[in-house]
């Protein structure tokens, strides 16, 4: 499928179970804006460049509102998003409080057979990720 570069990093949490233990996490190389979204399908289709920026932009408004709407939404070959919520708990329903109880609104995404399928397939590749203090020149 793909290669993802995996950069080490210890667990200095003091309160954690962990502590002192090394993991692995994905070291993201370049978010990918829409325009080169556009071109990576423009690319690969063969829609003109300029229609897929419209289509994007129409896809993305109406997948905001259903979702805003409360519609689970299914996008073949890749998978499920929908709202979720956390909130507080109330003693009964009657005194339950929407507004007051729920604390936080976020997406939820699960992935169809086929984006977990390439996602075993992806090979991972040992980065060492070193910061350089903020005020050390570039080279």
Known sequence: MGTVFATPYQNKNTKSAAYGKWYFRVFHTQTIVDSDLED??????KVERSKIGVIDDAITKQIEELLCNGHPIRIPHLGLIKVSVNSEGAETVSEF????EIKNVHLVFTPDAEIKAALREIKFEKFYYVMKPADEPEP
């Not at 990576?40 to 289709?45: F, G, M, N, R, T």
């Not at 409080?97 to 007051?100: D, F, H, T, V």
Request: aromatic share 0%; glycine share 10%; no cysteine.
């Open 40 to 45: 990576h399908i423009a690319a690969d289709s």
């Open 97 to 100: 409080n929407a507004g007051k």
